[in-house]
């Protein structure tokens, strides 16, 4: 069993960094995620691992030098928050041309514009449907605890250099500000110069003697070449939707009624459908924890197993909810409930949208 | 004597000058008469004497110089427009015993990029920059830029650059200069022979620099001619800089060895 | 065994470190826990309040509008969560300052004068260890070695010398909390 600490999961996300090899990392402060590139620096990785961490001087320059050192085939990160993940949006598409491997953590707050900084789940859009220009999606995992802060670290940089792509984990302020119980992973050592360039070819660290040069670049002036390079991009991700959809379920079996919740969503949800059970009504809960790729299978086998109506619940006005209505195609009934602009639904109101909108509507 | 066909031109005992291997052999995408390409060619020469050639990474810009990595041959990233510095920074904290350079010109460098730059310049890091100021936006078509010279016409100042409503042209170099992170400050053209070798001298100075493990960046501006985007002919446009560029620009070095050089 | 509670009060009267330290306390016992604290603007020299859950089992949602026991040490705190506290609930406060007195007859009440014994105890930092001893002693949800532990845990190594006080707190705490209805 590993260590076993309290953490917030802003400092969770740090330790699990240190924890897993990365090389860098380079970020900006903003609240409510701040505590991350705070507990890098008091941390002094350097000293434990050789991980570098830079204060940038923006968020665009963050993400810039991810473009750089992943670029490199070193392991790099950054964490931000709303505001400046929407900064980060023209690196992450030009990464994303460039098929540049790298870990973004959005620890949201509440929108448009400056908004709050209180918890919400209303940069869904923008995580799933690629965010910036271009046709192209990122992956993205939504931690639903102090835990997967910890544990979505390393299995996002799997991901991310399996696929060469930045990986996203969307979090909320809840899961970046509260403490949970959290057992940290072993330390994994941080790749050699000697390893990073053997793994990874692609990789621009120095031409290897006698071989040609690489080039990494979203630059495709010819259209056909453009369209080619896209098509390979579009394969990649019907390899993601087929390989790496991650989801959880609670009481789905013998449930007439689904809540569907992603990250702090899910954890109040959780609490009204053990509400929901004590007045006799059998809910489940279905969280999905890959956004992108979205769990459609689970979807459409509880459509055909005969569930009686779903239940959205967002930290937004109603994002996630059009994923579902695509899945479930008017099969049977799709409800949204939402609290936004940095307000935390209640688990006894879940309860009450849920009696309203779907049961008693 | 007989006629020399092309293939005798060409054969080894016949050239009076090789272009350096890590240049490739891509047909240059600049116009005809441009100073791209030889600042190309200074840097690979540079590099190449430096042994440098398998332990170089290079940042190619947004601008004419877009497909720079189409000719330089060695390992390159073409990075977001203005974001170089902040590329090369990355490179050159996790490969510091790699020689990393930003190649980028003065839209890229001095409008878009002008916080990237100061703070790779303020913070110094171990990096080679170079800058191309042709006072103009070559690549989109000849719009103005942040270093168009009052008064000159381009695109977006049809009737010259206004400097009450369109503002004054920025001598990043200058700015740079007073920066506690910078090194080395030069600026540069490479117009002449005589220019072309000064400017070699220049750019091989701010690669030993960081060869030498030295900290802060080397920075090396060049003046250059935009025969196509001022709408002169090459040889009218170098004499057109000589006479209104290098005046507002002047050449020569700003900062060496981490002092400022007084100013004649 | 589920406990929800809510601490509130002042900014630096030390509602977060005691929540802290109660959930520390909890995974010394091998229970899960959550710490979710009110965050941003109403921080800055205001209110502080802290929702803390010790549990057997998985928790579900960290923020609450219901709770097991409201640990109170103002009156604003009061106004806000005397309301909150689950009917057979217990509300433990600090009269200091406070001019409402509670008045609910469904929830158990207790009355700890932490702010006094600190005081007296010749260093007010340790008060609110005093009111967590009054709360353990109503609700014994840890043990006093595992407070410790968590005390350990949660403490830099260069205030570990303080432990004692801490505990001397926590024992004039369980000794003086009164029980008002």
């Given amino acids: 069993m590993g260590e076993l600490r309290l953490m917030k999961g802003n400092e969770a996300l740090a330790e699990a960094a240190i924890r897993a090899g990365v090389d860098g990392y380079f970020g900006y402060p903003i609240t409510p995620q701040s505590e991350v590139i705070e507990y890098l620096m008091a941390e002094k990785p350097f000293d434990r691992t050789g991980m570098i961490v830079l204060q940038a001087e923006s968020e665009v320059a963050s993400i810039n030098m991810l473009y750089g050192g992943g670029g490199t085939g070193k392991k790099v990160m950054t964490s931000s928050s709303s505001p400046g993940i929407s900064l980060m949006q023209e690196g992450l598409s030009y990464m994303a041309g460039a098929e540049i491997p790298c870990v973004v953590a959005n620890v949201v707050r509440g929108g448009p514009g400056l908004g709050d900084i209180q918890p919400a789940q209303s940069d869904y859009f923008q995580s799933v449907k690629g965010g910036g220009h271009g046709d192209y999606r990122l992956p993205v995992l939504a931690p639903a605890s102090v835990q997967e802060m910890s544990d979505f670290v390393p299995l996002s940089f799997d991901l991310a250099f399996k696929y060469r792509t930045p990986v996203l984990i969307v979090a909320d302020g809840l899961i970046g500000q509260m403490m949970e119980k959290v057992e940290l992973f072993d330390p994994v050592p941080r790749l050699t110069d000697e390893e990073v360039i053997e793994r990874y070819p692609w990789a621009t660290n120095g031409k290897p003697k006698g071989q040609e040069r690489r080039i990494l670049t979203s630059l495709h002036l010819d259209p056909y070449k453009l369209e080619k390079h896209n098509m390979l991009l579009q394969e990649k991700y019907r390899k993601l939707e087929a390989e790496e959809v991650r989801f959880e379920m609670i009481d789905c079996e013998t449930a007439d009624y689904i809540i569907i919740a992603y990250g702090s969503s899910a954890r109040i949800a959780q609490k009204s459908i053990q509400l929901a059970g004590e007045e006799g009504i059998k809910v489940g809960l279905l969280r999905p924890i890959s956004l992108w790729p979205f769990p459609k299978q689970p979807i459409d086998d509880l459509v055909k197993k005969g569930v009686k109506g779903f239940l959205a619940v967002e930290m937004s006005a109603g994002q996630m909810v059009e994923d579902v209505r695509l899945t479930v195609r008017e099969r049977t009934k799709v409800e949204h409930f939402g609290r936004y602009g940095g307000v935390i639904h209640s688990p006894e109101e879940v309860l009450e949208a849920l009696k309203n909108q779907l049961i008693g509507g | ?264 | ?181």
């Avoid at chain 2, 001298?201 to 690669?207: D, G, P, Q, T």
């Avoid at chain 2, 900290?215 to 006479?243: H, L, Q």
């Avoid at chain 3, 705190?77 to 409402?100: A, C, Q, R, W």
């Avoid at chain 3, 595992?146 to 949660?154: A, P």
Wanted: charged residues 20%; glycine residues 10%; neutral net charge.
């Fill in chain 2, 1 to 264: 004597m007989p006629e020399l066909t092309l293939q005798d031109i060409i054969k080894p005992e016949n050239q009076v000058y090789v272009k350096t291997k890590l240049m490739t052999d891509n047909t240059l995408s600049y116009c005809p008469g441009c100073g791209h390409g030889t600042a190309h060619r200074l840097i690979m020469e540079v590099i190449e004497e430096l042994g440098r050639e398998n332990e170089t990474i290079g940042i190619a810009p947004v601008g004419c110089s877009v497909l720079a990595y189409e000719f330089l041959n060695v390992d390159m990233q073409e990075a977001a427009h203005g974001r170089a510095p902040a590329v090369a920074t990355a490179i050159k904290r996790l490969w510091p015993g790699k020689t990393v350079f930003s190649y980028q010109g003065d839209g890229d460098l001095a409008a878009i990029g002008t916080s990237e730059t100061i703070h790779v310049c303020n913070r110094g890091e171990q990096i080679v920059m170079i800058f191309i100021n042709n006072g103009i936006y070559g690549m989109t078509g000849g719009q103005m830029a942040p270093t168009t010279l009052p008064n000159m016409k381009t695109s977006t100042s049809p009737f010259g650059r206004e400097v009450l409503t369109m503002g004054n042209p920025l001598k990043m170099t200058e700015l740079v200069a007073q920066l506690p992170g910078t090194y080395y400050v030069t600026r540069q053209a490479v117009h002449t022979p005589s220019a072309v070798r000064k400017s070699k001298r220049a750019i091989r100075k701010a690669f030993q620099n960081q060869l030498d493990g030295i900290p802060g960046v080397s920075f090396v501006e060049i003046v250059s001619n935009c025969n196509s985007g001022w709408k002169m002919t090459p040889t009218d446009s170098n004499v057109w800089m000589e006479e209104n560029m290098f005046p507002f620009y002047e050449l020569g070095d700003l900062k060496v060895n981490g002092e400022i050089v007084p100013k004649k």
């Fill in chain 3, 1 to 181: 065994m589920t406990e929800e509670i809510i601490i509130a009060g002042f900014g630096g009267q030390g509602v977060l470190s005691m929540g802290k330290i109660l959930a520390y306390s909890g995974i010394m016992q091998d229970q899960e826990v959550s710490w979710f604290p009110a965050y941003g603007p109403e921080m800055r020299g205001g209110t502080a309040n802290v929702t803390v859950i010790l549990s057997d089992e998985r928790i579900s949602s960290p923020t609450l509008t219901a709770y097991d026991t409201a640990i109170i040490l103002n009156q604003q705190s009061m106004d806000k969560f005397e309301e909150t506290v689950k009917p057979g609930g217990v509300l433990i406060y600090d009269p200091n300052g406070i001019t409402h007195h509670p008045t609910r007859k469904d929830i158990k009440i207790y009355k700890i004068e932490g702010a006094r014994i600190a005081t007296e105890m010749g260093n007010t930092k340790i008060f609110n260890m005093v009111v967590l001893g009054g709360y353990l002693k109503v609700k014994p949800i840890v043990k006093m070695d595992n407070v410790i532990r968590g005390l350990k845990k949660s403490l830099h190594e260069r205030y570990h010398k303080l432990i004692p006080l801490n505990e001397d707190a926590i024992t004039m705490g369980m000794k003086n909390v009164i029980e008002i209805n």
